[in-house]
């Protein structure tokens, strides 16, 4: 109240705020995950090529997945990839492979049912995950019904740049996820992957509220001698831009996503009996229980039995079977790390502080590796001179089991950027502090204003340096702010309606390399 304006007799009241403005901190852990659902329409709302927000898995369900089946069928699938066998002249010397009555077999997919994104949500959320932003940018294409050549990368041609760049290009008008995760950019071509690398680190740039979670195209499958060859193919198509936006993890993990109930013979061969007979009911080592349940199948008579009491049934009747089932649900298990990664980063804020490293920490549900990297090995991922370039390890250790053993960014080669923390770390405080600034916008440029900001944003980093954010023995060692005429402004900033804050802060590092010095010393005489 102006009391220059009373002009007639009474009692008037006055509030004055007690309370300066506060930093509110914005989340830190929020992922965005763009790619290929089962379907995505909810109450005949599309939510296709639209970023939208969900905060469980079973808001996930509800949206981008296949409705239920009624009780007493065969629960629907929301991820029905293809598989084959494909006989081979002798032992193959890379991929999955069988050996069934004396002859080997490749495990193969149908590159065109393989997907990502589905199961990728599911790790997120075993490991911790909580709010995210979905971008679906299609549902599921119809199989080839042909495997893809053994030996080589899976690339599946219904996944398209285009339509993941423009599901990325949708979080633009986003501003609270702080991850952008493409689990299915390892299913498009070496050179398409790098195009879109390349756009979603330029965009984390430009926005400066993300990072982008990236997966190295070749870890599914790695060869033990030439993997480097992905590794540096890997560094080559990320460019030079928004490194410091970036982090890479390797190699892809086994997991524990999809049960045994989740694959049957309805995913091999395209459906196709006639070639899983030809194996499990072979001329020259015929199964007659076999024979049965196949003819039940293909011929059902009075009161069918389900797929999963058919599949139940060839489980009991054939070791071959159980077999290829088991070799399949391996393959199908192994997964990108970045939805992982998602969910582990989510945990460690929640529970540490976005200044915590997200390493040394294992993964739910990572239960077997496709290469295990070596310390030695691991060197030439973590640091290259040349691009500085780092991939973060995914190791196993004896005792302890497969370990997140990396906390780097793509720009190793800076002082500044080289961990993921202190990325993280200050686009949390950068973002924090600004949204907080927008109340002075239009107040007087003058030096209440400027006390007032620098004690909002003063208690707001003293407050971080107390849950250990930063480092220094009291707040003054941790942080400066600067606000004022003279300091961080000229006349000229004042006329132009400039407000200027400068703000120094000492971020947390990680300790990646504990070195301990042991000396030996002469014995000394106890008299």
Known sequence: M??????????????????????????????????????ATYE???????????????????????????????????????????????????????????????????????????????????????????????????????PMVPGEQIVNPNVKLNELTNGISLLKHESEPTMYICPEATLLSTADNGTLMQVMLLQCAEMQTAISIFDVIGGRDPDPLLYMQDIQLFRENTGTNGLDYGAAYYPFIGTTIVQNSDIDYTNLFGGDLTQLESLLNPPANPNAVVEQILNNIQSPTGNPLSVSQNNNALLNASPTYALIIEHVLAQVNILPTSGGMAGVITTIDNQSGVWEAPANTSIVGAVTLPIRLTEAQQGDLNIDAVSGKSINAIRFFNGLGILVWGARTLDGNSQDWRYISVRRTMTYLEQSCKLAAQAYVFQPNDKNTWEAVIAMISSFLTGVWKQGGLQGSSPAEAFSVACGLGTTMTSEDLLNGFMRVTIKVAVVRPAEFIVITFEQQQAVSSS
């Open 2 to 39: 102006n009391l220059e304006n009373i002009s007639s007799p009474g009692v008037y009241i006055n509030e004055v705020n007690g309370f300066p403005n506060v930093v509110s901190p914005v989340a830190t852990s929020v992922p965005a995950f763009v790619g290929y659902t089962p379907q």
């Open 44 to 146: 005949g709302k599309s939510y296709l090529n639209l970023a939208n927000k969900i905060t469980s898995f079973a808001e996930f369900q509800a949206i981008y997945c296949f409705p239920d089946q009624p009780a007493s069928a065969d629960p629907v699938k929301q991820y029905d990839p293809q598989y084959y066998l494909v006989e081979e002249a002798a032992m193959p010397t890379k991929g999955d492979f069988l050996n069934i009555n004396g002859t080997y077999y490749s495990v193969v997919p149908d590159p065109n049912t393989i997907y990502y994104l589905y199961n990728s949500i599911q790790l997120f959320y075993q490991n911790g995950g909580g709010d995210a932003y979905i971008v679906s940018v299609g549902s599921y294409s119809t199989p080839s019904n042909n």
